[in-house]
Structures are given as C-alpha cells and as structure tokens.
C-alpha cells in the first residue's frame, strides 16, 4: 500500500520513476520494486523519497488499508464441528471406535 502511495504521488507530481530516482538519490529499479510492493523499503530510503516529493513521511502514509490477515488454518475436524455447531444448539462430538479420527458421530440434546 505505502508503494502504490508513493507511485500516486509521483505520477499525480509528473515525475517518472528515473527522474524520482534521480531526486531521491536511489536507482531507478529500486523505485519500481517498492511501487509494485516487491521490495522492503528502509525508512533512510522512505525518507528520501518522501523529500524528493517535498512530503512529510506521515503524507505518504495517509490513507493506508491495511489488508486483513489470512484466514487461520483450521483442521478438517475443528471445520466440521464449527458447520454443525452452527446448526445445532448443543452438541456432542464422540469418535467412533475403530473408525479413525476423521470420522465424528454428532448428537443434539434438545432442552
């Protein structure tokens, strides 16, 4: 999100990524790969790229979606139980002897 920040600066201000390089004292490829979120940028090189846009840094970071984190991986049974849970008001999960783990014999018990 910082990357596309800065690539929208620098293009609504006219610069091309050569010429933001140039300002900001880094190389052109570097400019490219923090627009397109390919590279990690140190706050020295965040500093001179919010200059050599007259930015403060917080300017740049106006705005920012932080996306939200990854789903949590949840095992097949955790899954299960969370579907039938949802449809059941109280519920017993027990395995079946012999039948393995992946096998549950939901119960209700109805109040």
């Not at 400019?31 to 919010?50: C, F, H, P, Q």
């Not at 930015?55 to 991986?73: E, R």
């Not at 097949?76 to 027990?94: D, H, P, S, Y």
């Amino acid at each position: 999100m910082l990357g596309k920040n800065i690539r929208h600066e620098r293009v609504r201000q006219g610069f091309s990524q050569e010429d933001l390089a140039e300002k900001a004292g880094l190389h052109r490829t570097y400019i490219g790969m923090v627009e397109r979120g390919e590279r990690n940028i140190t706050l020295l090189n965040y500093a001179k790229i919010a200059d050599a846009l007259n930015l403060a840094m917080h300017d740049l970071m106006k705005d920012l979606v932080y996306p939200p984190p990854p789903p949590k991986q949840t095992s097949k049974k955790n899954r299960v139980v969370g579907l039938l849970a949802g449809r059941c008001r109280f519920l017993f999960i027990e395995a079946r002897p012999g039948s393995g783990l992946g096998v549950f014999s939901p119960r209700t018990l109805h109040v």
